[in-house]
């Protein structure tokens, strides 16, 4: 029995080398991506539960359904739609331009839960690594100013707790209602006192990437950019914040950075300076840059998507302005096909076909592009 399947496996390798198959890249994947599926049905057609049948699971492939047929596009998937990166700053008692109160935030996220928006990474988000079910629409939460609003802890019948009403703690009980809303956000932080409670800064960085969020950096003391002309200085700021910080979480990298007022050197030249470079002989590499914004951001797959000039959406209410997290939920609501909308597989980038053009096939990696309607 051994000796013929071995047997069938050359031949079939030798078939396979013959068509020039096992030197495509795309059908290595394939076979690697597909093999527990392959293996359960060699397991259900009861011929060998070995590994050394493998190879029949090539020949099997013709057979599997092609994972696009099982996009359902009745939801009309958009990857090439817009993403809100929510910008807040503050939660406190008395609402403001940069300060919701706790019940408003809590209605912030339950609104955007209902609406079928999903909290996904800022890394996930500038890589293009979204993995929301089908349907749904990314979001990404940011934090500026490390406030003690955003993370405080407080005494309780003698133990140490989360401020339910802080930031972490008002996320953190929404998840335990709504768990498939994950824990993912960035604190923009500056300085070296971050959230106010020194004596705890430690615990809180490390507490925070825990629980899965990022700690992104806002400069060393909160600096505007525009009055900097001196790249050393500008290394200086984004640097030994960056160095300050990752003391504190060994391992992490400190890799996004919110511009301080919204603000850029005025000489195009320093921009690289905002990205990476290096002080008293640490080196630092920002993957994304955030302006202080008013609009959602364009696809990470769309060609003009620049990770480092992110837009942002004010996570505030003014309809005075017209910019609002809540304008453009009803934009969007209005116009669902402006919307990042999932198609559930983070393999493939599904796209009608009239917003073809705008796709950057450079950034699609190992994922298949899939154009659909006409
Ligand atoms: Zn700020």
């Known amino acids: 029995m051994k000796k013929t399947i071995k047997f069938v496996s050359i031949a079939l390798i030798l078939l396979l080398l013959a068509t020039g198959c096992s030197g495509n890249t795309n059908s290595a994947n394939a076979d690697e991506t597909q093999k527990p599926e392959d293996q359960t049905q060699q397991n259900n057609a009861g011929k060998v539960d070995n590994e050394e049948n493998q190879q029949e699971g090539v020949k099997e492939e013709s057979t599997d359904v092609d994972p696009k047929e099982e996009i359902d596009l009745s939801l009309k998937p958009n990857e090439a739609g ?14 403001a331009e940069w300060v919701r109160t706790p019940e408003n ?79 993912k956000a960035t604190f923009f932080v500056f300085g070296e006192n971050p959230f106010r409670q020194p004596e705890l800064l430690e615990y809180k960085l490390n ?22 002309t001196d790249p050393n200085k500008i290394q200086e700021f984004i640097g030994k914040q960056a160095a300050f910080l990752e003391k504190l979480v060994p391992g992490y990298k400190v890799n996004t950075y919110a511009l301080s007022y919204g603000a850029r050197p005025k000489d195009k030249a320093l921009y690289p300076y905002l990205q990476k470079g290096e002080f008293e002989g640490k080196s630092y590499e920002n993957i994304a840059v955030l302006n202080v914004g008013w609009d959602p951001s364009v696809s990470p797959i769309d060609k003009a998507f620049d990770p480092y000039a992110i837009h942002r959406v004010r996570a505030s209410e003014t309809k005075v302005d017209g910019v609002g997290m809540y304008d453009w939920m009803a934009v969007f609501d209005k116009n669902p096909e402006r919307r990042f909308i999932s198609d559930g597989n983070p393999d493939i980038v599904t796209v009608p076909k009239n917003l073809e053009e705008k796709v950057d096939k450079d950034k699609l990696g190992d994922r298949e592009l899939y154009i659909y309607g006409e």
């Open 82 to 95: 817009q993403i809100m990166v929510l910008m807040y700053h503050n939660v406190g008692e008395e609402e």
């Open 105 to 183: 935030f809590k209605k912030d996220l339950k609104t955007l839960y209902e609406k079928g928006y999903r909290p996904i990474s800022l890394a996930d988000f500038v890589n293009n690594n979204i993995n929301v079910g089908a349907g749904l629409t990314p979001v990404v939460l940011t934090f500026d100013d490390g406030n003690q609003n955003n993370f405080n802890i407080i005494e309780k019948d003698g133990e140490k707790i989360v401020d339910p009403n802080s930031v972490v703690g008002i996320l953190e009980e929404f998840n335990k209602e709504y768990p498939d809303f994950p824990l």
């Open 207 to 228: 507490y925070l990437l825990e629980k899965g969020f990022d700690i992104g950096n806002h400069t060393l003391g909160h600096n505007d950019m525009s009055k900097v």
